[in-house]
């Protein structure tokens, strides 16, 4: 792929690398910044959701019916958002979903019924799924001209940006309305990718992949050092690392949309304290996140995969199940960090053996647990409780271990 060799001539030590190795280096800072944005707008869309659930009349269902719209709209545009890398470039198009992200992100503050906050959040949707295939598709170019798995570090900026997000959510709460709130993070959101756009932008937009180490053409080795599989398997491989990222990324969602109304509706928590609870799961991921080359290079993907998927078992046990709001503020905190490092291992490992394709069809199961997780979760809250709904991130945080294990044969230390 002509993008990836240009960007391995950037490294120290190739050809031209002393001169190209600034380049490269800004080239990772913007993407970082385009990590952090887009967990900064999210979380500023999901600390307002308690006050934009009042200000349309919705039921718990009907939110959960209205946050679908967020599942559509990035589901339907993921796949398709791989086929645009291929062709323009996953640089370009970050940037352009970077001004349709924080322009809709205004969006659902205008809307006065779960019909209508429906609607505007498929174009919310849409946004957010196409930026994050573009960017981990990006990331994973750059992952592997470094050799580094330095996944984790990119998604610790997605994680300190919604911690940021969620905390300054939680500080203007009281002050401003939902629709001035997220009217001023457009503004933000603008200013930040006509900022760092450029950096990604001067990139040379690739020609057509031919057949590499990350393409479906790929071999993929195991932990234990056996033959690497033929090509055969890398849809199946695929397929398995989607459906961790997809258990995982469950509890994400669950936490950001249904967190801060758990622990205001059923702790009688203040809305401060309320919204503080993502902005500390974020900050635990956020730690579990730079912490994640060490912890992959020390203890290999699998053992990183199982452990992941156990801790945050516990830690959603705690926070859906524990009688007050800090003890359900410290299993928020643990299920940041199980949950961590399993999200980027998936979408890397993904990417390493299908590039922009795999990539998307990870993303696009992962992300999909993400924004489904929440309607399920709604409806299970009207059926049962919403602390019993939330238990559902344990049974899937587990099976994300249990898959994580079976992985073994296609994991890589």
């Known amino acids: 792929m002509p993008q990836l060799n240009k960007l391995r001539t950037a490294l120290p030590g190739a050809p031209g690398g002393h001169t190209a190795t600034s380049s490269t280096a800004r080239l990772r800072t913007a993407l ?59 640089h370009a198009v970050t940037v352009v979903c970077g001004v349709l992200l924080s322009v809709s992100i ?3 503050a205008q809307a006065r019924s779960a019909f209508a906050l429906g609607l505007v959040l498929l174009v919310f949707g849409a946004a957010y799924g196409g ?28 994680s300190l940006g919604g911690m940021i997000g969620a905390g300054l959510g939680g500080l203007v709460a009281g002050a401003l309305s939902p629709a001035a709130h997220l009217f001023a993070l457009t503004g933000i959101g603008l200013l930040v990718t006509a900022t760092a756009g450029p950096a990604l932008l001067r990139r040379p937009r690739p020609g057509p992949p031919a057949p590499s180490s990350t393409s479906a053409s790929a071999r993929v080795a195991d932990d234990s050092g056996a033959q690497p599989r033929p090509a055969r398997h890398a849809r199946r491989t ?4 989607g459906v961790i990222a997809l258990c995982t990324a469950y509890g994400e969602g669950a936490l950001a949309d249904w967190g801060a109304l758990h622990l205001e509706q059923d702790l009688r928590a203040h809305p401060g304290t309320a919204a ?41 046990l705690l926070g859906s199940l524990a009688p007050t709001s800090w003890a359900a503020l410290l299993g928020f905190a643990i299920t940041g960090l199980g949950l961590a490092n399993i999200f980027p291992v998936a979408v890397s490992r993904a990417g390493e053996v299908s590039g922009p394709s795999g990539v ?18 709604g409806f299970l809250a009207d059926w049962f409780s919403l602390p019993t709904a939330l238990t559902t991130v344990a049974l899937l945080a587990s099976a994300a271990a249990a898959l994580g294990y079976a992985a073994r044969g296609t994991a890589r230390t």
């Open 276 to 316: 503080a609870g993502y902005s500390l799961f974020a900050l635990a991921m956020t730690a579990g996140r730079l912490g994640g080359t060490m912890l992959l290079q020390r203890l290999g993907q699998t053992r990183t995969l199982v452990a992941g998927g156990a801790t945050a078992a516990a830690g959603m």
């Open 32 to 90: 970082t910044v385009f990590f952090a944005l887009d967990g900064f707008l999210f979380a500023g869309w999901v600390v307002r959701i308690p006050a934009i659930k009042h200000q349309t009349g919705a039921s718990a269902s009907g939110l959960g019916l209205a946050l679908l719209g967020v599942s559509a709209g990035a589901v339907v545009t993921m796949m398709l958002t791989g086929r645009l890398c291929r062709r323009f470039g996953s």
């Open 106 to 108: 205004a969006l659902p």
């Open 360 to 377: 998307a069809a990870a993303s696009t199961l992962g992300y999909g647990g993400m924004l489904l997780g929440p309607p399920t979760i």
């Open 131 to 158: 930026m994050n295939v573009a960017m981990n598709s990006a990331a994973v170019d750059l992952v592997t001209a470094l050799r580094r798995p330095v996944m984790p570090g990119f998604h610790a900026a997605f």
């Open 238 to 241: 695929v397929l398995l690392f």
